[in-house]
Structures are given as C-alpha cells and as structure tokens.
C-alpha cells in the first residue's frame, strides 16, 4: 500500500477528506497494476529431463533427417551398431554421434549434380 498522502490544510470539511482517500486508493490501484507488467524476477531454470540413454529408429531417422527405414539399413548393414532389447532395436546416442563424425567430409570437395526429375537410362544400341 502507497504511503498515506497528506491532508489537506483544514481538512475539516468532508470533501477533502474523501478527495484524499480517492487519491490513495488510486496509488494502490496504479502500482498493483505496474506490479503485475513488470517480469517476474529470473527463477532458477527448471531441471531438465536427462536425455535416454539409446534411441529408437524412428528417432534416430529424425536426428539424422532421414527416414526410418534409411535408418535401420544402416544398422543392418552393419555401418551403425545397434542394442537389441527384446524385440526393439536401439542406437546410443554415442554411436550415432561417432557415426556421424566418421562421415564428416566424405563428400567434401566433390561436385554435387542436381537431380532431374523424370530422367531414365538411356539405352545405347552396341556399334555393329
């Protein structure tokens, strides 16, 4: 609450008084409402969940911007190691890293062709 504002000198007469008590009500009201624009103070940031420990395919697939089934050929293919548990295959988040580095600048330097679409294989008749 807003400090009490003084009265008026010869606060006898009832209007003055009630002139003040306008005011001091107006104070609350004003610093209520700046109170509630003003952000609140910084709080500690709340805990994160830790990340699992593996990966399924499907997020494997969208960690690498691929498709799920991109992802489990290359686990088949024996050029991402794999956790079985059960029934589920599974991918540690260190293997995919590793994975990943393993395969930074392989295509560097090379041109890359931009596909066309609709294109076939042109078939050459054998010289006679």
Do not use: W
């Not at 700046?34 to 994160?48: H, K, Y």
């Not at 050929?73 to 059960?86: A, K, Y």
């Amino acid at each position: 609450m807003a400090a009490p504002l003084p009265t008026p000198a010869g606060s006898d007469d009832l209007l003055g008084l009630l002139l003040v008590r306008v005011a001091e009500r107006l104070a609350d009201i004003i610093a209520e409402r700046l109170a509630a624009q003003l952000p609140a103070a910084p709080s500690a940031p709340a805990p994160r969940e830790p990340e699992p420990l593996t990966l399924s395919l499907v997020e494997v697939g969208d960690r690498l911007s691929v498709a799920r089934s991109t992802a489990f050929h290359l686990v088949t293919s024996g050029q991402l190691p794999c956790v079985r548990i059960g029934r589920t295959i599974r991918v540690s988040r260190a293997a995919l890293e590793k994975f990943v580095r393993s395969r930074e600048g392989i295509y560097s330097g090379l041109p890359v062709e931009p596909a066309r679409p609709n294109q076939r294989p042109v078939r050459r008749r054998p010289d006679h």
